[in-house]
């Protein structure tokens, strides 16, 4: 097992894909997911980027790699190699032309301790959902109606 995953201890993991029409990502998104990492909120566990061309053709970066180093570097920087080749092309068949993904892994270390709290006490979680941001807009929208 890598240093720094002990499964006992280890708080919710996720995995986000995040796509960005254009291949074009702002310049906040490192710094957000940095503080986050930084405040403890999440560790990131795995970061890798998939961009697909015009023409189909498919680039895989890491968090690590030159080209992404300067913004993602520090914060990919113990990464866990949690993505094989096969899930990065896979989110490429996905992805339209001219576009590129955001895929990470962190663990929401927030919930850690909840985590160990309910597993000691042999609980098991059985429905965890997110709510589409839509949704909640919506419903918020609704609220301001009334």
């Not at 566990?45 to 080209?67: N, T």
């Not at 850690?112 to 709290?117: G, K």
Request: hydrophobic share 50%; aromatic share 6%.
């Amino acid at each position: 097992m890598p240093s720094g995953l002990n499964v006992d201890t280890i708080g919710p993991v996720d995995v986000a894909v995040v796509v960005f029409e254009g291949n074009h990502i702002n310049g906040d998104v490192a710094p957000a997911l940095w503080e986050l990492q930084k405040n403890g909120t999440v560790r990131i566990l795995d970061l890798s980027f998939v961009r697909k061309d015009d023409d189909g053709s498919v680039a895989v970066v890491e968090g690590a790699d030159a080209e992404v180093a300067e913004d993602f570097g520090s914060i990919a920087g113990a990464q866990f190699d949690l993505f094989s080749d096969e899930d990065l092309h896979a989110v490429a068949e996905e992805l339209p032309p001219a576009s590129s993904a955001l895929v990470v892994a962190w663990e929401n270390s927030w919930a850690a301790r909840l985590s160990i709290a309910v597993r000691a006490s042999h609980g098991d979680l059985r429905l965890l959902e997110r709510i589409p941001r839509a949704v909640v807009v919506e419903a918020v929208a609704a609220l301001d109606d009334d």
